[in-house]
């Protein structure tokens, strides 16, 4: 991020104007923060109103309501309008209501902050007021920003209204999503605001219909849940989607299937990639917000940037927006990515990096071989470990926790497969 910090002076023949003091915005910004103080040289009313002109037009303004502001691609402060941060010259907007006779110094602060690679969590998969779930959007953003969280997906039944009832004043990145929901199955289309005209599908070809046609209005396509007992996924399986849910709500046995059926799928040579959600709906039965979160390696905090991560495969799914963290790598290669045969990195060995670990916790290193290593913490909260590459053709890793509420060790961490060609 780069600051910038601009004294302007402001003689009382300045008043009733509107002044430009231009700043450079480079190529590859995320968001453009501007924040002001101004500082009165005498006696006498000073108010200074504020606003932001972008390298073609005015792109907000607040008077003297704020002495801050922010520009986002997908948000803004209110008054500012949010979208792409073209690259050249901008201008802080200083309207000067009111200047003493000695004149004022307004110092700006303009912090810029580039697209950058880095890890972000949330929840793909949350209901609200617009199905049957208990909430608004609003309290569910609000209890997402109070959990430290990046973005949440509302996923609505058969709809698509909360995706065009977004509060846009939230501080989490809104993922517009709506679950299809069919007696023999679900599958989210999350990105974009709608993905289908009708959700109605009592058929296999009218199911296969409805995933085409939410791909090619540009949605990503993940099957929930499938081993749930009460509306797992009954359809044919080969249906073109992208993700698939293996940890829904609390653990429990319908996600452990799916983890075993993922599994079988990484050992036949599927590069298949895993996520997880709350499917919130209300508070109740160790149902709450982001557990599971999923974390993803996220170019940039925007709904693109979230979508476009998990795709990329460098993604883990953690019992809590505390963790437990995971890393897992070979050399310049991460999670989700594969590693060539002919790649310098081969004559090293795959490493997974553990934190957020609580005493009792069980690491494993897994491969298609099975369990590689598996590891106990009592006083350490993070941990090492190292697998080889001989006849593997991936790794992934999990972290097992004894959880006191239900007196039994449950999933509390699990990696997306690192595949070696």
């Known amino acids: 991020m780069s600051v910038v910090t601009i004294s302007r002076f402001i003689t009382s023949e300045e008043a009733d104007r509107y002044l430009e003091v231009p700043f450079q915005v ?10 002001v103080e101004v500082e009165a040289q005498g006696p006498g009313d000073c108010v200074i109103d504020l606003g932001v002109k972008d390298t073609d037009q005015v ?7 704020r002495t801050e502001f922010y520009v986002e691609l ?34 700006m602060k303009v912090a810029c902050t580039p697209k950058e690679g880095r890890w972000l969590k949330g929840d793909l998969h949350m209901h609200t007021v617009h199905s049957d779930g208990a909430l608004t959007i609003s309290e569910n953003a609000r209890i997402m920003e109070e959990l430290g969280c990046d973005f949440l997906a509302m996923t609505d039944h058969n709809t698509y209204s909360q995706n065009l009832a977004y509060p846009h004043e939230t501080g989490v990145v ?7 929901t069919t007696n023999y199955g679900h599958a989210n289309f999350l990105g974009v605001v709608k993905p289908v005209a009708d959700f109605r599908a009592t058929s296999s070809e009218q199911v296969q219909a409805r995933i085409r046609e939410a791909r090619a209005n540009g949605a990503r396509v993940v099957l929930n849940h499938p081993h749930c007992p009460n509306c797992g996924w009954e359809w044919d399986w080969m249906v073109d989607y992208d993700w698939v849910e ?5 653990w429990r046995e319908a996600n452990r299937k799916t983890l075993d059926w ?28 982001s557990s599971p979160t999923t974390w993803v390696y996220a170019s940039s905090r925007t709904v693109d940037g979230i979508l476009d991560g998990i795709d990329t495969g460098r993604v883990f799914l953690s019992c809590s927006p505390e963790g437990p963290v995971m890393e897992l790598s070979l050399g310049k290669y991460h999670m989700g990515d594969v590693v060539p045969m002919d790649a310098p990195e081969r004559e ?52 097992w926790r004894y959880f006191v509420e239900v007196h039994e060790m449950l999933l509390a961490s699990v990696s997306n497969a690192l595949y070696l060609d």
């Open 74 to 107: 997908e948000k803004a402060t209110p008054g500012y309008v949010p979208g792409y941060l073209m690259e050249g010259e901008w201008c802080v907007l200083l309207g000067t209501y009111r200047i003493p006779s000695a004149g004022c110094t307004v110092i």
């Open 59 to 65: 792109r907000g303004w607040s008077g003297g309501a």
């Open 262 to 289: 993922w599994h079988g799928q990484l050992c036949m040579g599927k590069r298949l990639i895993a996520v997880g959600g709350s499917d919130m709906h209300r508070f109740g039965g160790y149902v709450s917000h």
């Open 246 to 250: 293996i940890w829904n709500g609390p």
């Open 348 to 399: 090293g060995n795959v490493k997974l990096v553990v934190s957020g670990l609580l005493a009792g916790d069980e690491v494993k290193l897994i491969s298609n071989q099975g369990v590689e290593r598996s590891c106990v913490v009592y006083n350490e909260h993070s941990l090492e470990l190292f697998g080889e590459l001989a006849d593997r053709s991936f790794y992934r890793a999990e972290v």
């Open 26 to 35: 480079a190529s590859g910004m995320e968001r453009i923060h501007v924040s």
């Open 174 to 180: 809104l993922i517009p999503g709506m679950e299809l």
